[in-house]
């Protein structure tokens, strides 16, 4: 009941909402504790408006809660004039004009943290770790934290050029600028800041699986289809393919299985057909019986 209960109040609108907003306040906070206690300290510049706003404050003193305020709400508002209906729908802005004024809000309030540490490459790991987990939370709901990503769409907009480049340009650009600003070495720890960032948002945005799809084309499909049930306890989706060369049908059987369940899958299927053609693949997310349930 109580299940029942929670899964008709997660699917209600108002309370979803709220939900995305909880999501987007947590992450914007935990880029900001990330920035103050690993990235600013170690004058790691990884990109976006916390990426000028940490040259900035190396170079010219300067606060970078300001910077990034003083940055952040003047794209926000060019954002909203030239995308106009393309900048999103009402939640999403409201969402990213939270996330514009409360991460530089916090970056102010834990400025006066102490650094976590002074070891460049520890800096980089773990800033580029806490920056992607709270960038995989203001994602997954469904936000934005504003800055040079508004900046990028109205570069894509303008110039034709596929979205994901003109933020590689902008936070490459920004980058390159601390090697000469700062230091090349710097830069260096910059990228892998942002490498891990990148990997981690990925992480939180889609989970970590241990679910394996594997592919299977053999002349024996009857027999291993009847193997995979009985020996493996998995179920079979048999599709229908074409040899490229040979112009043959060629049904082809696809079965998702456990990381522990692999290798018993691949005996099956060598004993029964060593000719067999198998392909896995990791299946970074699986829902339904005998994996993960939906929602």
């Not at 600013?40 to 990034?68: D, F, H, R």
């Not at 079979?236 to 990381?259: A, F, I, K, N, W």
């Not at 299927?269 to 392909?279: E, G, N």
Request: proline share 3%.
């Amino acid at each position: 009941m109580k299940s029942r209960n929670r899964s008709e109040m997660l699917r209600n609108p108002i309370w979803g909402t709220v939900i995305d907003f909880i999501y987007v306040l947590i992450g914007s906070s935990l880029i900001a504790i990330a920035f103050n206690l690993f990235l600013v300290p170690n004058k790691i510049a990884s990109g976006g408006v916390s990426g000028i706003s940490t040259i900035l404050y190396w170079k010219l003193g300067l606060e970078p809660s300001y910077v990034q305020w003083a940055l952040n709400i003047p794209l926000f508002i060019a954002g909203v004039l030239i995308l106009g209906k393309s900048f999103g729908y009402v939640n999403f802005a409201l969402k990213t004009i939270v996330g514009t004024i409360f991460l530089p809000f916090v970056v102010f309030l834990t400025s006066g943290l102490d650094a976590a540490t002074v070891n460049p490459i520890l800096g980089a790991i773990f800033g580029g770790v806490g920056v992607g987990l709270g960038l995989g939370f203001v994602f997954r709901g469904k936000g934005s934290t504003g800055g040079t990503d508004l900046l990028a769409q109205i570069i894509h907009k303008f110039t034709g050029l596929q979205l994901g480049m003109c933020v590689v340009l902008i936070d490459g650009l920004i980058v390159v600028s601390s090697a000469f600003t700062l230091s090349l070495e710097s830069a260096l720890y910059a990228l892998i800041s942002m490498y891990l960032t990148g990997k981690v948002i990925d992480i939180v945005q889609l989970g970590i699986s241990n679910s394996k799809l594997a592919l299977i084309i053999s002349e024996h499909q009857d027999t291993l289809k009847q193997a995979i049930f009985e020996e493996v306890d998995r179920g079979v989706t048999q599709m229908e393919g074409r040899g490229g060369y040979t112009d043959d049908d060629r049904p082809v059987l696809m079965v998702v299985v456990s990381q522990n369940e692999l290798t018993r899958l691949k005996q099956l299927v060598k004993r029964i057909d060593p000719k067999a053609f198998l392909i896995v693949s990791n299946a970074t997310e699986v829902f339904g019986e005998g994996f993960r349930r939906h929602g």
